[in-house]
């Protein structure tokens, strides 16, 4: 059974930081590449980061120097970092593992995180 579990979200005020952590289990993680989506009430579910296999990684414009997305494959955990939080980073975080263009996709069930003075 493949599961994705995120923690580290919470409240923080502008400005904050806060690390976000996916463990995964029920997979072969080194195959996977990993990443994290957001959604904000009434918006559609967006792209925040990806990580390869490889390492390589790709960020959406809005986050990029601000966030870094790693990987730990030993551990099959993915964080991402997240500094220098604005409001309009309110959303709820969803961890996604994926083999590109297979069949292979999976999401964890989202954490909270709130930036708000």
Do not use: H
Request: contains cysteine; proline residues 4%; hydrophobic residues 30%.
């Amino acid at each position: 059974q493949v599961q994705l579990v995120e923690s580290g979200g919470g409240l923080v005020q502008p400005g904050g930081s806060l690390r976000l952590s996916c463990a995964a289990s029920g997979i072969m993680f080194g195959l996977y590449t990993m990443g994290w989506y957001r959604q904000a009430p009434g918006k559609q579910r967006e792209l925040v980061a990806t990580i390869r296999t490889g390492g390589s990684t790709n960020y959406a414009d809005s986050v990029k120097g601000r966030f870094t997305i790693s990987r730990d494959n030993a551990k099959n955990t993915v964080y991402l970092q997240m500094n220098n939080l604005k409001p309009e980073d309110t959303a709820v975080y969803y961890c996604n593992a994926k083999i590109p263009q297979t069949p292979y996709d999976y999401w964890g069930q989202g954490t909270q995180v709130t930036v708000s003075s």
